[in-house]
């Protein structure tokens, strides 16, 4: 028995050492009756605790939910957490554009202090959503937390020209879950054009400019499940590699690009230098799941340089040549969900 405490208390001391970093699931963009959601904070934590979420991330419109009572209700030390967050809720008001003002939000994950758009009812007069860009991240920033980009079709609102001058490592949704968000951009057929997220991630890379992508759900409603209009949760998270389930270690590996987006495949391993890129899928935990996965490697300006299969649980290398300017890779599983990792530098990074 003394040895079996011995051994115990040692293998305590090796693992609080070495904690080994793991894979946390989370969503980082979802309101509650504190701002616009349907449903109460308690509700919509439960929700995603009871759906296999590690964290959430709850950020209201221009207020910052408590989490320490939903903490102390549903959190569990190291299996859920609730992480403080706020969105900012900013417009631009835009004369050239009779359908309303752009919508310029940005989230905020982990702050300390509320930060409130600029303008009379968040609606900023005389500037541009790149200025509105720069002070909302910076009093983000002043305020404790971790900025996010959201959402930036929608309503057709942000152009490559507004991102140009983000600071590297700035989170931006490359999916948001939410119907009529166009994250696949489009055309009008009358001239008006908007580039994809993915579009968008690639021509800022190549102007220089390191930008991670996150999945987020920007769920609302947690009443009516069946309506596909209406703005669900489940659609998109990020999968955070961290070694414990902490506020602080969380918001390190995002602003450290340590995760990745996705709207269903799940990765085992993602490992990338300059000169190589390996991706490994998860094998499944359902013995009838047979879906295949590709995995596709993109360079500059959203050049393929390689796409190849992936089978679950076996690693997929691309070797960098040197002339790539970046890598990222994208996971598209045969039912059509995808799964984005973040982009490395190869060679000098692209001067802006
Ligand atoms: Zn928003
Ligand atoms: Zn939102």
Redesign the pocket.
């Known amino acids: 028995m003394r040895i079996g405490l011995l051994v115990g208390a040692l293998l305590f001391v090796t693992s609080a050492a070495h904690a080994q970093p793991r894979w946390y699931r989370g969503d980082t ?1 979802v309101h509650t009756r504190e701002s616009d959601g349907n449903r109460p904070p308690e509700e919509v934590a439960r929700w995603y605790r009871d759906h296999g979420y590690d964290f959430l991330v709850v950020t209201d ?1 221009e207020k910052i939910t408590d989490p320490a009572p939903l903490n102390a209700a549903l959190g569990a030390d190291g299996r859920f957490l609730v992480v403080a967050g706020q ?1 900012v ?1 900013q417009q631009v008001a835009d004369a050239a554009r009779p359908n309303g003002p752009r ?1 310029a ?1 940005v ?1 905020s994950i982990g702050p300390r202090g509320v930060v409130l758009p600029l303008g009379e009812r968040g609606i900023a007069q005389g500037t541009t959503v790149a200025a509105t860009y720069a002070r909302n991240l910076a009093a983000v920033k002043a305020a404790g937390g971790l900025p996010q980009i ?2 930036p079709n ?1 309503r057709w609102s942000v152009r490559p020209d507004d991102m140009a001058a983000l600071p590297d490592s700035t989170l931006f949704e490359v999916w ?1 879950a939410q119907p009529r968000i166009n994250n696949l951009g489009g055309d009008a057929g009358d001239g008006r054009v908007s580039l994809g997220t993915e579009a968008l991630w690639d021509t800022l890379l190549a102007r220089g400019v390191l930008l991670y992508g996150v999945g987020s759900d ?1 769920a609302h409603n947690f009443a009516a499940l069946d309506d596909a209009e209406t703005t669900r949760p489940g659609g998109a998270w990020v999968m955070v590699r961290a070694d414990t389930l902490s506020a602080d270690a969380l918001v390190a590996a995002l602003r450290g690009g340590r995760f990745y987006a996705t709207t269903g495949p799940l990765l085992a391993d993602v490992a990338a230098t300059a000169q190589e890129y390996r991706v490994t899928v998860a094998p499944p935990t359902n013995p009838r799941d047979d879906r295949r996965y590709r995995v596709r490697f993109v360079g500059r300006g959203g050049r393929t340089l390689a796409e190849r299969p992936a089978a679950p649980g076996r690693e997929v290398r691309y070797a960098a040549r040197g002339d790539e300017g970046y890598v990222r890779a994208v996971v598209t599983d045969s039912d059509g969900r995808r799964a984005w990792a973040q982009p490395v530098w190869v060679g000098r990074p692209p001067r802006r």
Do not use: L, S
């Open positions: 963009h419109h969105e809720t919508q939000h989230g959201n959402h929608f948001n920007d």
